[in-house]
């Protein structure tokens, strides 16, 4: 009988470790999410059992922290894995055609898992650089390390990037719908209160600033869609609107490699890196350091 391996934490050199603490998956987190609840079971699951709309910012930040974990915690990372899954067993219900769902059944996890591969790769294509071929296959093969660490069996999974596109090809066709949830992501007019301690002039202006962000949300959102996700849940999106976020991703990807490193990393992935550079400058001194006198 043959034993699971220990996931491997990540490490300098890996793609995840560059792109997943860059500031810019706050914009392409948003249509992984929709992804992810356009299935009635994990849909379902949000709806029932999620604080996302009574609490939109703490849960976001607590998932954004756990997400950096996964990448830039060490060891740390996989016992976040199992914290997840813990949290995971309790979450079961009905979803809205009458079908029992449990969130740690195997095909219900994985695709949770599995929509962070085309929401990289269309957030890079905008904004920053698309992939290669090369690249793409790296990040598959990430995708599928992270997923060890989030106890994912492999099985579970497409093996290869060939393999993937035609499962999530039949997942759009075949389970994907526009669930309660994702009509809720995708609604400007959605309530959502100031960011948690906001401060006084921030709280003031909320009321005129909520609805031009919630507007630019959505539409990036939108945009960030696979094209046959947008066409299987009925959005709308004209050659603008492609346009208007071609231009938008070109300020972004001009603006934020400009930007100092305490602004553009997230708070875990920049000490992740900042620990990682530190220990690679003490490892280059101590390698050169001449030898001390007899």
């Known amino acids: 009988m043959t034993t699971r391996s220990e996931p491997v934490p990540f490490a300098p050199g890996s793609i995840l470790w560059d792109i997943a603490g860059d500031v810019r998956l706050l914009l392409s987190l948003p249509a992984a999410t929709v992804l992810q609840v356009a299935h009635p079971a994990v849909g379902a699951g949000v709806d029932e059992h999620s604080v996302f ?53 195997p095909a219900y996890y994985a695709w949770v898992h599995a929509t962070a591969y085309p929401a990289f790769l269309r957030a890079a294509r905008y904004m920053s650089r698309p992939l290669d071929e090369r690249d793409e296959r790296r990040l598959y093969d990430e995708l599928l390390q992270l997923g060890d660490i989030l106890g994912i069996h492999r099985r579970d999974m497409p093996p290869t990037p060939e393999a993937y596109w035609p499962y999530f090809d039949a997942m759009v066709r075949d389970e994907l719908e526009n669930t309660v949830v994702a009509r809720e992501l995708l609604d400007p007019r959605r309530p959502i209160p100031p960011p948690d301690g ?17 507007r630019l949300h959505v539409f990036v959102t939108t945009g960030l869609l696979p094209p046959a996700v947008r066409e299987h849940l009925g959005l709308s999106w004209s050659a603008r609107d492609e346009r208007r976020l071609r231009r938008f991703g070109a300020v972004v990807r001009t603006l934020v490699p400009l930007l100092p490193e305490r602004l553009r990393y997230l708070p875990v992935a920049r000490a992740a890196r900042r620990a990682a550079s530190e220990h690679a400058t003490s490892a280059r001194t101590g390698l050169f350091e001449p030898p001390k006198d007899q």
Request: net charge positive; proline share 6%; charged share 25%.
């Open 53 to 105: 709309r009574t609490d939109p910012w703490g849960r976001a930040q607590r998932s954004l922290e756990s997400l950096q974990l996964w990448v830039y915690g060490g060891e740390r990372a996989i016992e976040e894995g199992r914290r997840l899954r813990r949290l995971h067993k309790s979450i079961s219900g009905t979803d809205t055609h009458g079908r029992t769902y449990h969130a740690l059944t």
């Open 198 to 214: 906001a401060r006084a002039p921030l709280r003031l202006v909320w009321p005129l600033l909520r609805p031009a962000l919630a």
